[in-house]
């Protein structure tokens, strides 16, 4: 089956300019949730939706916000950028039952590049 | 959600059998334990869940004591295609989200 896809691969963009990133979760999966990768910081939680609602949410300032639509896909977004946004941000399906973890099946993320 | 601790690093050669073990003394009831793998510029890959004593499946093992205050993963005969992160993860259904810790670098050898 396919996997998780998460468009665009990589994004370069200014500070001050907002971003909206794309995943399409694996067919049947009614749970993604997003995480934030860097260096430093390593992987971090930013929010998670089921079936369009947002259950959790990650120490992330406001700038950062998320949807999810009816078909299961999910967009986030991330206002005003800042160097410090640059990261590789991945997005994660489940079927959203059971013991937190299973299973989740994450894309390849998207890289974004802040300058 | 209970934080883990697990090694920085590892090595290991080919062939070898690998235990990455984690600790998670403050782990609840109802946590489940997690392991991912992560290859650089790829998204993490579950591995093993488990909330008591041995799972096993085609990839590894996982070995949780009674206390469940740590757990230890498994990975036999190692080959270099398994230089990887990998993550041990605590939580329950509740919480819907995954909180990674620093994970373990292994590095396979020839």
């Known amino acids: 089956k396919a996997g998780v896809t998460q468009t665009p691969r990589y994004l370069i963009k200014t500070r001050g300019q907002q971003v909206t990133l794309s995943c399409s979760p694996i067919?049947?999966?009614?749970?993604v949730s997003w995480y934030q990768q860097t260096p430093g910081q390593g992987l971090q939680f930013l929010f998670e939706y089921f079936s369009e609602t947002q259950r959790n949410k990650g120490n992330f300032p406001g700038r950062f916000s998320g949807r999810q639509f009816s078909n299961s896909r999910s967009e986030m977004n991330v206002s005003t950028l800042e160097l410090g946004d640059s990261a590789l941000y991945l997005c994660?399906?489940?079927?959203?039952?059971?013991?937190?973890?299973?299973?989740?099946?994450f894309g390849s993320g998207t890289r974004l590049t802040v300058v | 959600l209970a934080k883990t601790t697990q090694p920085i690093s590892m090595d290991s050669y080919e062939g070898q059998e690998v235990n990455i073990t984690c600790s998670h003394n403050n782990i609840a009831t109802n946590d489940y334990i997690t392991w991912y793998q992560q290859f650089p510029s790829q998204g993490p890959r579950f591995i093993i869940q488990g909330y008591k004593t041995k799972v096993t499946n085609e990839v590894a093992s996982l070995f949780i004591p009674a206390d469940r205050k740590s757990s230890t993963l498994s990975l036999p005969r190692v080959s270099l295609s398994d230089t990887a992160v990998y993550y041990c993860?605590?939580?329950?259904?509740?919480?819907?989200?995954?909180?990674f810790g620093g994970g373990t670098r292994l590095m396979v050898k020839p």
């Open positions: 994660a399906s489940s079927s959203g039952q059971g013991a937190v973890g299973y299973g989740y099946t």
């Open positions: 993860l605590v939580g329950d259904g509740a919480g819907n989200m995954l909180t």
């Open positions: 067919s049947g999966h009614r749970s």
